[in-house]
């Protein structure tokens, strides 16, 4: 790849995260792109879409290397997908593509039916394909089955109390008795397993899985209680029968839980966005530049515990470039933190007051926008008579 | 006045209209400086609170000279109320303050009952004063009388058919017989009169005062054609009188009308902006100025029509001083529009997807929030390695 050195134009670069349920992160930093030629033509600007080991995550990676590869696997709801991982000095996985909100069988499923067999499905697939390397992107899952079903998928067994097999679903383990771990595919001990996220919950009790992101996956009322209690028992079983302990690794609560399986099997567990940007490269990308614009769908206190945002502003600090922050909203009462980190300014696609609903509908249009009137500011500051 | 000469630090002028039921121009400004204050600690900030003859006329003057006057006139509804006016080198009037909607009585009193008499109040008792030069700033009036009411109080008589007085207002001028203009204060003549306004809409017909602005005070439905003819039979019975035709002049549909009367009495139209920007020295204010930053409320294809942010992005395109257009709202259709004369960017001060009412009720807060952004990626951009 070849840097830009020494450029007579601004050399700008742009790793934003996505809009969820509007723009993903290739399409937003094309739109930002779009934006800044119009104000600064010359500009040469360097998309570099990001991720945080959810949605994107492939995708922001094979922006810069490696190769797709298909593979057979379940989703959510047992039903048969088709799913691509990244290969790559080793293999990638993403949760939320297997394991998320898009298949079409899972959206009629409930919460309580769904499971992460898709996940074991897969990495057994990469195994057999002799992988040894294998990381899992951990966010944007529908389940909360405690990586129950990866471990079924792997070789594990669930039976209740008369022995009989039970489905790793969390409904399935209400009647969870006994696991028998001793199926579990014997390659995996020798293979570096990764695990990519920002959350850095336990598996149960109010920080856990289920309280703090069951709700948003359909766990409502006294569920959130149950299913609490579910994994509690599922972990002590899985627990006794691997002689680890896991359920407070922090993380274990990430993915519905799947952090806790993974931690069971000797997951090393990595902040998805410092990966993704050591990986894509994002410090050789920064030398040179002038600017960087980054963004996400809604920006606050969560986005300085790791989110991409934040870890691409550390790179550019680190490289004495100034980072704009452009999101479709920002929190007024985290602004005063956020300006601690991103030196250029907060701000959101917003033309106005607007409904959510017309920013997520235009929310192309308003990104370019903005971008466009960020770049004018840019562009003119530079230009300005000199103090 | 000392001109920042030669400063080691950016010197930014601070030049916006008012958010209007929010924040007026001084307040805003106030809020603009506090942000690049945050975010460039040792700016030098002149704060030049603009407007266009409407709301906020007389406090955009007397920030930068002349001395207030109070007086004793008619509000909208023919209450007495205490007002005030600029005296410098000759008086301002503010219709806004007199016939706007700010008095108690006129709230409770429909347009049909709503005059201008409160303005020829004011004109009288400066013409006993001794004054010859005065100027109106048209904006903001709730009234629909055609400026009746204000040439009856400066001497003006209307009759109906059987020779019985009727008032000026809409539903007093539906009986208007005949106009006797004789008694009119002989002392107009030798007086230099000038309109400040940005309408140049005609007194009546679709482009007319009850068409366009009537809606806004109150004129509805069948009332707009019936208030349309009852300002075409007294321009028509007034132009008469007076030997005058004015109904047509550009301006005269300004203030309900009010602009009519104030043509038949000689008066010069100026852009409210124009003037405002002139008498408060933009152009010396400009000098050495590394950036500009205006606003209103909401900006649209209206704001090239002479509003105040285009005047004052006129005179910093003179003064090779960049523009930044801060408003409430930003019309996207009319974006590339403003992008031609708004070369520092176009923005809201909006976080995100916020209501109108929380834009409203947050204008300091999101104001200030939003300056502070653009101050940092203005220091940023000219901190930034060179091109």
């Not at 394909?129 to 529908?142: E, F, K, P, Q």
């Not at 009322?221 to 691997?242: K, N, P, S, V």
């Not at 302990?245 to 069971?264: I, Q, S």
Request: hydrophobic share 45%.
């Amino acid at each position: 790849m070849t840097l830009p050195a020494r450029l007579a134009v601004p050399y700008v670069v742009i790793a934003p995260d996505s809009f969820k349920s509007s723009l993903d992160a290739a399409a937003l930093a094309d739109c930002i792109a779009e934006g800044i030629r119009r104000a600064m033509p010359d500009a040469v600007c360097r998309l570099a879409p990001m991720a945080d080991g959810g949605e994107g995550t492939i995708d922001a990676l094979a922006a810069h290397g490696g190769k797709r590869r298909a593979l057979q696997v379940r989703d959510a709801a047992g039903a048969p997908m088709r799913t691509e991982v990244l290969m790559d000095n080793g293999a990638v996985i993403e949760t939320a593509t297997i394991a998320g909100y898009g298949a079409a069988a899972m959206q009629a499923t409930p919460v309580g039916q769904r499971a992460t067999w898709g996940l074991g499905d897969a990495i057994r697939q990469l195994l057999d394909s002799g992988i040894r390397d294998i990381a899992v992107g951990l966010g944007g899952s529908s389940t909360n089955d405690g990586g129950a079903g990866m471990l079924v998928a792997l070789g594990a067994r669930l039976y209740d109390a008369h022995g009989a097999k039970v489905p790793p679903t969390p409904d399935g383990l209400r009647a969870l008795a006994r696991i028998d771990a001793s199926g579990l595919d014997s390659r995996l001990a020798s293979t570096r397993l990764t695990a990519l996220s920002d959350v850095r919950n336990p598996l149960c009790g109010t920080r856990g899985a289920t309280a703090v992101f069951g709700p948003q996956k359909g766990v409502t009322g006294d569920e959130i209680a149950q299913y609490d209690a579910i994994l509690a028992r599922f972990a002590t079983l899985a627990e006794a029968a691997t002689g680890l302990a896991a359920r407070d690794v922090p993380g274990a609560g990430a993915a519905g839980g799947l952090g806790f399986a993974m931690a069971l099997l000797g997951t090393r567990f990595a902040s998805g966005a410092e990966t993704i940007a050591a990986r894509i490269g994002l410090e050789q990308l920064l030398e040179g530049a002038a600017w960087l614009i980054t963004g996400e769908g809604r920006s606050d206190a969560q986005t300085l515990d790791g989110k991409a945002p934040y870890v691409v502003a550390t790179y550019a600090r680190l490289a004495g470039v100034p980072t704009t922050l452009l999101s479709g909203s920002i929190d007024p009462q985290a602004l005063p933190a956020l300006d601690e980190v991103f030196d250029g300014g907060c701000f959101s696609i917003a033309p106005g007051p607007v409904t959510l609903a017309d920013a997520l509908a235009c929310a192309a249009w308003y990104a370019t926008d903005r971008a466009a009137g960020l770049a004018r500011l840019f562009a003119a500051a530079r230009a300005a008579r000199p103090a």
